[in-house]
Structure formats: structure tokens, C-alpha cells
């Protein structure tokens, strides 16, 4: 059964540094590998997918890079800001089950 | 503006009282889902459906039920609410097989059962 961890679990960090989250799964038959961000009280909004043939997937001060057969990804945040301050996911979804599975998320808090 | 639209936002009802939580898009998706969250348990998957008329069983079905008769909308129905579903639900949809289009999520429902 795939199971999807993501360390630390909360991470408060001065404005302007460049931060790292990780995700693992335990099961490295996936389709792709996805990164939410949600804010209090909201939805879900999508931020990188990475196809299982992709290495990584670039979107302004996001990165993130997928290491399929260590089951492991990472979100790389430059410079970060105090709008960063969300929870961030990671989901995969797991190759013949039409399913996506989310891990518990990472709380980070970015302060001034 | 695309979106995933939820309704109601908030409901607080009693056990055993009927409910439906409305899910609807306007990018003509195929694939819509719906999801619970729970403190320490993350996402869980309740229901799926890969189009019209095609819904199957996700991770956490057990006391819910869903229909797809459009394209564009897939109720949740609990026909006997319990306070253990009491829960944010989330409902999803992405343009095709989700193995390969990012999922768009709806703002969320916040359902208490007391």
C-alpha cells in the first residue's frame, strides 16, 4: 500500500531564506507526483506536477525534483516571503488504482 | 473564470439527517472526485468518477454515495449523517486521467454532525 510522508511536519523560518520540504513514498509505481499549497480555510490550489518520467518542474521560485526510483521529492522555495506561510502537499498518484494519495503536509510559517 | 464550486461552504447538521453537498466545474472535466481531510489523516479519497455515469470507490466510501448524471456536477450524498463524518470535504476535478493533468480543487465544505 502506498504510503506518502512528508518531513518536517512544521517549518518557521525567517523571510528571505531559501527552504527545502521533502515528501517520500514508499511505492515507486506512480503516473506523477503533485505539490499543493493550501491556505487556512481553503482549497487546494496546484503549484508543480511532475510527470514519472520527468526529473523536475520549474515554476518561479519553485522547484521541485522527483527521484522516482529513491521515492523521494523535494520543494525547493528560494527566497522565501511571508505570503509562502500555507501548508504544502504532496500526492502522487499511484500507477492502476485511479487514486491519489496525499501526504499529511508540511506547515510553514514565514515570518518578517 | 475555471473553476470548482462547492456548496454549502459550512453545514452543521443532526445524525441521521439527509445532506448533499453540491460539486460543480466549468472546464467540461472529465474526472471529478471527492476528498475528506482529517487532523493527522490528511486526504482521503471518498468517491471517484472518470465520466458520466462511471463512479467507483476511492479509500473512505463507507456511509457516503455519489451519482454523475453530468458532466459537470457530482453530488455527495450522505443519507444517514454520523458525527465521525464530521470532516472539510474537498471535491476535485482534472481535464482527463489524472495520471496525467494536475487536479483543480474546490474551496472546500465544512461539514459538523453533532
Known amino acids: 500500500k502506498q504510503e506518502v510522508t512528508q518531513i518536517p511536519a512544521a517549518l518557521s523560518v525567517p523571510e528571505g531564506e531559501n527552504l527545502v520540504l521533502n515528501c517520500s513514498f514508499t511505492?515507486?509505481?506512480?503516473?506523477?507526483l503533485q505539490w499543493f499549497r493550501q491556505d487556512p480555510g481553503k482549497g487546494l490550489t496546484s503549484l508543480l506536477l511532475?510527470?514519472?518520467?520527468?526529473r523536475e518542474q520549474t515554476s518561479g521560485r519553485l522547484n521541485a525534483s522527483l527521484d522516482k526510483s529513491s521515492g523521494r521529492s523535494t520543494l525547493y522555495i528560494a527566497a522565501s516571503q511571508p505570503g509562502d506561510s500555507a501548508t504544502y502537499l504532496c500526492?502522487?498518484?499511484?500507477?492502476?488504482?485511479?487514486?491519489?494519495?496525499f501526504g499529511t503536509g508540511t506547515r510553514l510559517q514565514v515570518f518578517p | 473564470e475555471a473553476q470548482v464550486t462547492q456548496n454549502p461552504r459550512y453545514l452543521i447538521t443532526v445524525t441521521g439527517k439527509k445532506l448533499t453537498v453540491t460539486c460543480s466545474q466549468n472546464?467540461?472535466?472529465?474526472?471529478m472526485s471527492w476528498y475528506r481531510q482529517d487532523p493527522g489523516l490528511g486526504l482521503r479519497q471518498i468517491y471517484y468518477?472518470?465520466?458520466?455515469?462511471?463512479?467507483d470507490k476511492g479509500d473512505v466510501p463507507e456511509g457516503y454515495k455519489v451519482s454523475r448524471k453530468e458532466k459537470r456536477n457530482f453530488p455527495l450524498i450522505l443519507e444517514s449523517p454520523s458525527p465521525n463524518q464530521t470532516s472539510l470535504y474537498f471535491c476535485?476535478?482534472?481535464?482527463?486521467?489524472?495520471?496525467?493533468?494536475?487536479?483543480?480543487f474546490g474551496p472546500g465544505t465544512r461539514l459538523t454532525v453533532l
Open positions: 500526492a502522487v498518484y499511484v500507477y492502476n488504482t485511479d487514486k491519489l494519495i
Open positions: 472546464m467540461n472535466h472529465e474526472y
Open positions: 511505492d515507486s509505481a506512480i503516473y506523477n
Open positions: 468518477s472518470m465520466n458520466v455515469e462511471v463512479t
Open positions: 476535485a476535478s482534472s481535464s482527463d486521467h489524472p495520471g496525467y493533468n494536475e487536479q483543480f
Open positions: 511532475i510527470q514519472s518520467s520527468q
